[in-house]
Structure formats: structure tokens, C-alpha cells
């Protein structure tokens, strides 16, 4: 049994609209196997559970760990490449730097330096867009379950338009598709996700081979990409024929509770009705919105229609792998909007912890620090005089500590990271390094 000692920060509200932000400093968080079995003071975890270690956490704050529902594997050496249209994005710097994860050397490296990036990040549950090589899996998911991080991801399908290296057939699809659930879909803290690329790299026959492997495997989820860029938009309405580009997916049976969509920065009022009614949730990815010059996302009319948002940091279009950042982006966002939605410190940290592990159905486990719930945590403790340490010690309160955490808050900021009580930064990371 372990008792932390901290100013602990969560937002344990049902939504992003209503949080409710519990933020006190003095707070003793006890934990045994890896879950939340006491949240008191420290005199009375002193008396209650007298044969305890102590951790004091109590400079800097404590946060759920961050849940990240977008964010691409193969993407972590291409981060940086902002201004250009997604489109030409792809072709000139993700596309090619995928292709080179056909080496699984290669792939087991970069694995390596997206794993370590999340975890460093604060981030302890993550919806991976995968790579497009079933090699490149093999790597990916034994790395990921030595990180001991909370990863659904899968390998990644199209069938045209992509460079002809990147693409498979349907058939061969369902096989690895199938072959890589069956192994990794419920192993420890692994789920797979069946990924069509996107509706323009993936056409009728692989959308209905992703439906396959939805039927052939109990319970994987399903996640693409959605009305993201104008042009793309265009492309997927004329070359599908549907009114809205959901309806590409909807139509193979792919828009589900279980489902996660990227973007939605151009939806038809038609496409936030059927995401609402599916319970289909859209990973918002500020930061990538703004560096491919997709959009300001609609956010107003998303949380208007009832439609479960949460975050992703789409690296490695987005600018890192901090969910922190992609908050205040978020806010800056909104604001920039003639009609955006307004956002406290409060609904960015819901967005940032418990509204992504709604979105992917862990909500009983993670997202907030409630007595029940694993210890998934990051610790921020800036270094000291850093401005965000200036910002902390001249906050107000502890809702006020928040909103400097999420202005100022980095990866240099996190000083550790736990999964289920388990450290997953330090101590992983060297396991990860000699791996
Ligand atoms: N649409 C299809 N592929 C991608 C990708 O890798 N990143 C983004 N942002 N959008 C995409
Ligand atoms: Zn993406």
C-alpha cells in the first residue's frame, strides 16, 4: 500500500459541459494493486493505514493521467512539418517516412521513440493509429506492452490512391487484421482497432473488409479520420457519392459506441446527428487543425448536437505529444471562432482526461482519481524558477494552479508518470531503451 501526497487536480463530472473540478492541495491519495482505495488527509491515511510507504508529490500537481485518442506510431520523426495542406502533408513528409517501417528494425526503433514520447508526455492511455505493415505491428505491440501504457491500436488498411507500397488487398487485410487481434485485442492492457486509413485511401471492398474483422473479433474498436480538409471532403463525397463523408464509413457498418473519428473540422448538421445517436465520439487535434490550415473545429455544434468529443494530439501532424497543449489550443481555438464554445480550465482538463476515457469506454478504470479507479497519474513538478514554477507558486488556489498547468505545462514539466500505480516514465524507460 502506497499513499501519495499531493495537490491532486480531476474533473470526476459525467461531461466536459458540467466537470466539476475537485482541486485541493493536501490530498492523500492511498493506493494497493494499482487502485485508488482511499482519497483523505494525510493525518487520517496516518491513522487508517498506518503500515504505508509515503510518496510526497506535494510541489507541483498531481493530474489523471492523459488520455490521448489520436495519435500516429509511425508519425513520431516527422513532427515539425507544419504549414502545408494535409494532403501535400502526406505525400511530401508522412507518407514516405511511413513506407520506411517495412524495415522492422526500423519500425522496432521508431516504437521505441513514440512509446517513450507518450509516456514522457503524461499521456497513459492512448488510440494509436498504427503503421501499414503487419511487421511493423509485430513491433509495435510487444514494445507497447512493455510500456506498460494503456494502447488500442491496429494496422493501418487502404487499398488506393496511396503510394503503392503502402497499400494491401482487402483479403490480405482480414487476415492480418484478424491474426494481430487475436493476439494482442485483450492481452494485458492492449485493444486492437480496425483503421481504414481514410475514406480516400480506402474504398468499398476494404471498407467491407474492415467490417469483417469487426465481426471476426469480439469487441475491437474502429477509428479513422473524418471531414478534416475541404478538399479531401470534395474527394471522398464525389468519389463515394454519398451526401456527408460519414455515411463512406456509416454505410459498412463502421459508425458504432465502439468507434473513434479524427478532426470532424467540416461536418454536415446530418453527420452530428448520426454521431450522436451512435455514441460515436470525434478526437479533437487542435494543434494539427491548425498547422495543416484544416479549420477551426466546430466545437459549439458538436457539444449542441450531443456529440462525445475528447483530444488527440495527431502526432505527427499536431506539434507533440502533449495533451496539455492541445487543451489551451483548443481554448485559443474557440476563441479565434465567431462562434466557439467557451472553455475553462476545468472542461480542458475533463477533455484532456475523463472525456477520452469515455470516449473509449475506460471510464470505470481511468480518467479522474475517484477511490475505485486505477492510479493512472502524472506528476508536473516544473523545475525550479522555470516560469511555470513562477506561475505555480503565485497561483491563487488550486483551480487557479490548473490553469497555469495547462498554459505552461510540457513534457519537461512531467516528472513522472504512473499506469495502475506502476511508474511508466523513469523506470520504463530504460526497459524500453534496452529492449
Ligand atoms: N488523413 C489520412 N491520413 C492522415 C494522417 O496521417 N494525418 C492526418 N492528420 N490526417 C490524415
Ligand atoms: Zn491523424
Known sequence: MTVYLATVLDTPGETMLEPRLRAASGIA??????????????????????????????????LPGLVDTHVHYPQVRVVGGVGLPLLDWLRERALPEEARLAEPGYAARVATEFLTGLAGAGTTTALVFGSHFAGAMDQFFP??????????????????????????????????????????????????????????????????????????????????????????????RELF?????????????????????AHDVH??????????????????CPTSNAALGSGIFPMRDHLAAGVSLALGSDVGAGTGFCLLKEALQACLLQH?????????????????????????????????????????AVWVRPARDSTLDVALRHAADP?????????????????????????VTASRRTELENA
Open 336 to 376: 479565434l471562432h465567431p462562434e466557439g464554445a467557451e472553455l475553462g480550465p476545468a472542461a480542458l482538463l475533463h477533455l484532456a482526461t475523463r472525456s477520452g476515457a469515455q470516449a473509449l469506454g475506460l471510464a470505470d478504470t481511468v480518467g479522474d482519481l475517484s477511490v475505485g479507479k486505477a492510479f493512472d
Open 241 to 261: 457519392g454519398v451526401p456527408g463523408y460519414l455515411d463512406a464509413y456509416d454505410r459498412h457498418g463502421l459508425v458504432t459506441r465502439r468507434s473513434v473519428w
Open 267 to 284: 461536418p454536415t448538421a446530418a453527420e452530428l446527428a448520426r454521431l450522436a445517436e451512435t455514441g460515436t465520439a470525434v478526437a479533437h
Open 29 to 62: 491519495l492511498v493506493v494497493e494493486d494499482g487502485t485508488v482505495v482511499a482519497r483523505t488527509d494525510r493525518a487520517d491515511a496516518r491513522t487508517r493505514f498506518p503500515d504505508h510507504d509515503v510518496v510526497d508529490l506535494t510541489e507541483g500537481v498531481l
Open 143 to 236: 514494445a507497447a506492452a512493455a510500456s506498460g501504457l494503456r494502447i488500442t491500436a491496429g494496422l493501418v488498411l487502404s487499398d488506393v490512391t496511396l503510394p503503392e507500397e503502402l497499400l494491401t488487398t482487402p483479403q490480405r487485410a482480414v487476415e492480418e487484421s484478424v491474426a494481430l487481434a487475436t493476439r494482442w485485442h485483450g492481452s494485458g492492457r492492449l485493444r486492437y482497432a480496425v483503421t481504414p486509413r481514410f475514406a480516400l485511401s480506402a474504398g468499398e471492398a476494404m471498407l467491407d473488409a474492415c467490417a469483417a474483422v469487426v465481426d471476426a473479433v469480439d469487441g475491437v474498436w474502429v477509428t479513422s479520420h473524418l471531414n478534416e480538409n475541404r478538399d479531401e471532403v470534395a474527394q471522398v
Open 399 to 423: 483551480a487557479d494552479a490548473l490553469a497555469r498547468t495547462i498554459t505552461l505545462g510540457g513534457p519537461a514539466d512531467v516528472a513522472r508518470t504512473w499506469v495502475a500505480g506502476e511508474a
